[in-house]
């Protein structure tokens, strides 16, 4: 089995950044794509950002594209989502995920088959 843990989160304002991680551990390989998703309350799970498992290709969302960045160290198992200039809007709590590796970035949350427990992120205004 594969685990996830993110952490991270918690209270900023408006224009802030964080830092989100998520580590991998149990049967994980390597060898999946990651992704970030979030859910605000009351709203439906959606996709934040993906990278594939060498980390030489990333896909955003529209919504936070030129302002979060993912990345991962494979040697740490550990995946990344840099979250600058952020907004009441991003308000929700994020979750990584892992995806079983194919040749595309996957931006659906069924193509992902491991997700951790999630992560507050609260942006005041």
């Known amino acids: 089995q594969v685990q996830l843990v993110e952490s991270g989160g918690g209270l900023v304002r408006a224009g802030d950044s964080l830092r989100l991680s998520c580590a991998a551990s149990g049967r994980f390989d390597g060898n999946y794509a990651m992704g970030w998703f979030r859910q605000a309350s009351g709203l439906e799970r959606k996709f934040v950002a993906v990278?594939?498992?060498?980390?030489?290709?990333?896909y955003y969302a529209d919504s936070v594209m030129g302002r979060f960045t993912i990345s991962r160290d494979n040697a740490k198992n550990t995946v990344y989502l840099q979250m600058n200039s952020l907004k009441p809007e991003d308000t929700a709590v994020y979750y990584c995920?892992?995806?079983?590796?194919?040749?595309?970035?996957?931006?659906?949350?069924?193509?992902?088959?491991?997700w951790g427990q999630g992560t507050q992120v609260t942006v005041s205004s």
């Open positions: 995920a892992a995806a079983p590796a194919t040749s595309t970035l996957p931006s659906g949350a069924l193509d992902y088959t491991h």
């Open positions: 990278i594939n498992r060498s980390g030489g290709s990333t």
